[in-house]
């Protein structure tokens, strides 16, 4: 019974048109129908995208559903929303308002890196693409951090006509979210390249520099401004997502091969199975 309570909302959203392929923010939960014209990869949605691939996976591939969900959500996306920055022609996913682009892109939405690598690896027809735009994105989610003061990113960045990404008033502070170390990992881990273990590292010293408490990591209430007084507290995903990324990333060992587990989006690694029923 288990299954099929969580199976439901899936098949559920699999059944409804999607505009662009895509899936509004919101969803009546009396009617089962959109309720929203917005999309996002950022807050209210990540999650949901990530776990279209991420399902797929840990059932052994044999949802094919879910796969087929992703695919088209992902061309939906590149169609839709993926956008370059002037001058550095840097790659970012836009918001969709439900009438037009809105030129932002949360910290959130550097997950979609990793997603994407992890979506790569199966011989499928996009494979190339999907790893083109991983890579893109992993190092538009670096500048985010390179380009403010303290090296460390702020919460989202707007996107304007030839000044690249600039940090909004409100949008300043950083609280050790895990979604860009999380792509740096899993790029790493598919391309071996040093760039991003460098690249990781020079995120691990700002958080050092600036964030470290002796006793755990605090937010930053100002990118540009470090000197400002930090929180008083750290945000429990630091530990169990940020850091978990940054061990993995430099751990030669590799603990948590990605082609028997599957990490959830808590970064909880998570053995595959065989499910109890697949809809093909």
Request: aromatic share 14%; charged share 25%.
């Amino acid at each position: 019974k288990y299954w099929d309570v969580a199976e439901r909302p899936m098949l559920l959203l699999h059944s409804l048109p999607k505009p662009h392929d895509l899936y509004p923010t919101f969803i009546n939960p009396q009617t089962g129908r959109w309720s929203s014209e917005k999309f996002t990869f950022g807050a209210l949605a990540d999650s949901f995208y990530e776990y279209l691939i991420k399902q797929w996976l840990i059932t052994n591939k044999k949802e094919t559903y879910l796969r087929e969900m992703f695919d088209d959500a992902m061309i939906g996306m590149a169609k839709l929303l993926v956008q370059r920055s002037s001058p550095s022609q840097l790659v970012y996913i836009a918001d969709w308002s439900g009438t037009g682009l809105h030129h932002k892109m949360d910290h959130l939405a550097c997950f979609a890196g990793a997603m994407l690598a992890i979506g790569a690896q199966d011989g499928h027809k996009f494979d190339k693409e999907y790893m083109a735009l991983a890579l893109a994105l992993g190092d538009t989610c670096y500048e985010m951090y390179a380009r403010t003061a303290s090296g460390l990113s702020p919460e989202y960045v707007n996107f304007v006509r030839g000044k690249d990404m600039q940090t909004p008033r409100g949008a300043s502070y950083n609280i050790g979210r895990p979604e860009a170390v999380e792509t740096f990992f899993v790029l790493w881990y598919y391309t071996r390249d040093p760039k991003w273990r460098d690249i990781g590292w020079e995120v691990f010293k700002a958080f050092e520099k600036h964030a470290a408490t002796g006793s755990g990591w605090a937010g930053v209430p100002d990118v540009d401004h470090p000197s400002r007084k930090k929180d008083d507290k750290m945000e429990s995903f630091v530990l169990a997502e940020t850091m978990k990324y940054l061990f993995l990333l430099f751990n030669n060992d590799y603990p948590v091969p990605l082609e028997k587990y599957v990490i959830n989006t808590e970064a909880h690694p998570l053995g595959r199975f065989e499910p109890m029923s697949a809809k093909s």
